[in-house]
């Protein structure tokens, strides 16, 4: 679950518990108001009773679909920071499976650069060395790689 579930149901928590005890101020208030009309004459005891009654069923009755409402409301956040979790978890496996084939692509690009490097330092290897023989010493060098290229040639074409 995030770090705002916990807030979120306390406030709920806290929603519910503001509505019930304005039910029972509500009570109480309606408790006096009946008490009075009772000591002025205005009603009877025995409508006072039904109208505390009644007043105490609405209160119940509201206290009763307010806590379905809350449970409800936090249910619905416990779902959705479920499919919040399972979506990061989705994304970070992405995340991870692009890394690696980022470091897959990287490593086979280094191995191809490194292969071009040693290739072209070995051109410019021979270039120098060649450049400080003597004509006969490059015509005997220029028959020895050509002993060599023949033989790779013929093993090439064995295999």
């Known amino acids: 679950m995030t770090a705002n579930t916990p807030n979120f149901a306390n406030g709920l928590k806290d929603i519910f518990l503001a509505g019930v005890g304005a039910m029972a101020l509500g009570a109480e208030k309606t408790q006096e108001l009946v008490e009075q009309l009772i000591a002025k004459g205005e009603i009877t005891v025995e409508q ?16 009763e679909r307010v806590g379905q409402q809350t449970q409800a ?24 499976s692009f890394a690696r084939s980022q ?7 280094a191995k191809k650069d490194s292969a071009n490097f040693a290739e072209a ?7 120098a060395q ?22 790779d040639a013929n093993e090439s074409d064995q295999q």
């Not at 409301?73 to 991870?96: F, I, N, P, R, Y």
């Open 121 to 127: 330092l070995k051109h410019d290897v021979l270039e």
């Open 103 to 109: 470091a897959e692509m990287a490593t086979d690009n």
């Open 48 to 63: 006072g009773k039904e109208i505390n009654s009644e007043v105490l069923k609405q209160a119940q009755t509201t206290a």
């Open 73 to 96: 409301a936090a249910s619905h956040m416990s779902d959705q920071a479920k499919t919040a979790a399972e979506l990061l978890k989705e994304q970070g496996q992405s995340a991870v």
């Open 130 to 151: 060649m450049a400080v023989m003597t004509p006969e010493q490059r015509a005997e060098f220029a028959a020895k790689a050509a002993e060599i290229a023949a033989r």
